[in-house]
């Protein structure tokens, strides 16, 4: 037998052991809390969604961690609500968002472009860090021509090189995250690794993430700044131009005016001058007619006079006197006649002389016209970039508000996480420790018991043992503690899974409430409440007073923080986008105060990150159509602004592609909701764009033009509440028919998607000092109204639905009275001033919540074959 080393030695000696031997053990099995730490961070290093997922596995996997725990972590928001506090799946989850963003970008240069998007597009979901350089090689892939396209990511080296330097931006970003959580191991070894895993999660994370949002804002602050210069220069240059214009306007109509009274004038001069001349002409010729008589008559006299001198001397004499007398009148007369012609004749010249004067003078003014017709239309040309530089600032004001509003809600979220999980992590290590001393007591206990305490306190295998069983049988508890959770989220799952079905079956209307966060002129989100409290099971929320009180607690099918982004809503959405494609009629809208998000939600802004539901309803679409059959999908949008149809696609070019044209053109032809045979309403005159399903990036571009097209022609302005209030409301519509060769069946579904105009308070609004606005703010809350009694009649099983007290109403009657699948956004503001409203919406929202429409029709014809 070996020697025996002094007691307390060996006891030293194989407790280290055994120390090392259970904690390469833990790290054998990968489950220590610091490499979970360097993995969870690696996968987290720059998604704000990711950072919030941090603290629950972390602490999951500290021994001794009890469930109350982790029930306390489920109630701290909204970022780690979704990291699902259950340690061995959080774990998975974390490594395989971390797969996943690898993934991601490494895609071989000969892949399919196409495929190549779908997975960027993927990867930005679990790993948030790769959303920057995804979204630029998503749009750096969708700006491809369709040529270059075909020839892959070769043929179009531009946005390929784009793609690839996000990619490497992205990485480099990934490695410095790495290296952030790496450089402390490397440097201080296995003591700062415990000291790390004391300390919590560290900051870095944050500071990563905050880095690189900042470096987006700042880099959409540049492009809004240059933007705003060039449209201070065109603006600039404008004026001098519109002022050169209008005075050169000017003087030629007066221009014009003195010549075309001038040329008049001496039309008549000649006129009444030619007139004369012929008047004097005929005279003439009368007095020569007269002179040749008279002649004759002379002549006649003389000779009778000749005859008859001997009988009247005296008379015939008198009377040649007399002729002679009249002859020479006569013929001074004449000669007046003949010098009064010459005379207008030589008028007549000079007239002519004017005349081909006028009308040179006429040709240089014809000349300088259109040299001014020329400046003008330059000048339209520069009005024209200068709406067009407008149009994109409004466009990227609006993604940066709406960017930074979203920002504020995630990092004051964030805020709440860290303290709560600061708190649950000291509550842990108290716990930790408390477990760990009563585990100490527990080893002792069984020493005692064991009789095998020699007074040297010697360790005997047996005691190995028991402390191998103890933390057997906590890692035992801790698996059932994840299994019971796990079973405990399944339940959950299948129990919304059977709501949705009932719903579905009884043809409940959907009601999902979404919170925007604040926004600039709502005041600081830091100091000032919200009225509105969305708690932590994202289906019930509550409304503060300005006293604080809360008594109105309402519940949703779903209910969205403000932190929650555009991403995440359209998850909740995309099965019902799915069903149009099985060949429903579905029916989405927005319903809620100005001003509380309704565009944001379903249109949003830009081509990034804060795009609504229309654009990703469609990309959907595009990307499924391919797979699952073939079909045909055209696309319409209007609006219904004071009470009439308006087709906001009326601009579009014949080639599909958008005009810049602003508002309804005045010869746009009448619409009219009708009946076909089926009984189905329709649009008649209404425009119908088709959307290319073979090729996604076109469809994509085309619905780009048609989202253009209708952005230039809604009806906004801007109000008290909101600088773009829609001032109508609009309902994008697409229809879908497709054919599956192997089956012979046909559908034909429809996809509605409807941004109600929002109610507003006329003293809220200021809407009420301007005519134009009152009208419109009458109509909309009139409509609204009809659309409420429409809801209170099928809630109430009415004999008589009101349908057709309203064009809203009547159009989406089809969707309205069982046909298809509606739900319905009801969208609030955080502010305590817009509480009131908020409690009117959220009631209403629940009377809507009330309506059964029956089982939804599913449009599918079988043809026989
Ligand atoms: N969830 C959100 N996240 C970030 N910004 C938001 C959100 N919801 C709304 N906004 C911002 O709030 C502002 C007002 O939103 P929006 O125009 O969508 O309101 P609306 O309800 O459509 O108003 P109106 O009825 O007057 O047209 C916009 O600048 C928008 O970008």
Partial sequence: MASRAPLSDKTNNDRSALLAKWKAKKAESGDDGTSLLKRTRLGGAGGLGAVARVGAPQRAAAPGAAPGGDEKRQRTGAASRAAKPRPSTARAAASSRVAAANSAFQIGADEEPAARERRICFAEEPAAAAQPAAAAMKSALRSRPQSARAGGAAANPSAASKAQASIGKWKKQREAGGSLAAQPQAEEGAEREEEEEEEGPPEDLDAVESAGLRSRLKSMQKKISSLEEQKMKLSMAKAPLETRLRQNEDAYAREKARLGAEIEGLKNAIRSADERYRALELKAQSLKDENTKLSFEVRKANSSATTETKHSDDSAWSRQLANDAEIDELKSQLENTAEEIQGLK?????????????????????????????????????????????????????????????????????????????????????????????????????????????????????????????????????????????????????????????????????????????????????????????????????VYDKTGKADNNFQFDKAFAPSMGQEQVFEEVSEFVQSALDGFHVCLFSYGQTGSGKTHTMQGSGNGAMRGIIPRAVEQILEQADLLQKYRMTASFLEIYNEDLRDLLVNMKPDGSASTQKGQPANAPKLGIKRDSDGKSFVENLNAITIDTTDASLGLQQLEAVMDSAARTRSVACTNMNAQSSRSHSVFMLHLHGYNDETGTTISGALNLCDLAGSERLDRSGAGADAKRLKETQAINKSLSCLGDVFNGLASKASHVPYRNSKLTYLLQDCLSGDGKSLMFVNLSPTMESAHESLCSLRFAQRVSQVELGKPTKHVQYNKR
């Fill in 346 to 542: 030589l008028d007549k010249i000079s007239l002519e002389s004017d005349i081909h004067a006028s009308a040179m003078e006429l040709k240089t003014v014809q000349a300088r016209y259109e040299e001014l017709q020329a400046q003008s239309a330059s000048v339209e040309e520069a009005l024209t970039k200068a709406s067009e530089a407008e149009i994109r600032l409004e466009v990227l004001t609006r993604e940066h508000v709406a960017t930074s509003a979203q920002l504020n809600a995630v990092s004051s979220d964030l805020a709440a996480t860290r303290t709560t999980s600061e708190a649950a992590l000291t509550e842990a290590e108290g716990r930790w420790k408390e477990a760990e001393k009563q585990l100490r007591f527990e080893i002792s206990v069984l020493r005692t018991r064991g009789g095998n305490v020699d007074d040297g306190d010697l360790v005997r295998p047996d005691d190995v043992e028991d402390e191998a069983v103890l933390r057997a049988r906590i890692e035992e508890r801790d698996r059932t503690i994840g299994e019971m959770q796990e079973q405990l989220v399944r339940g959950e799952q299948q129990r919304r899974k059977m709501h949705n079905r009932i719903q579905e079956l009884r043809g409940n209307i959907r009601v999902f409430v979404r919170t925007r966060p604040f926004l600039p002129g709502d005041g600081d989100s830091d100091t000032t409440k919200s009225a509105v409290d969305v708690s932590a099971d994202a289906t019930s929320l509550s």
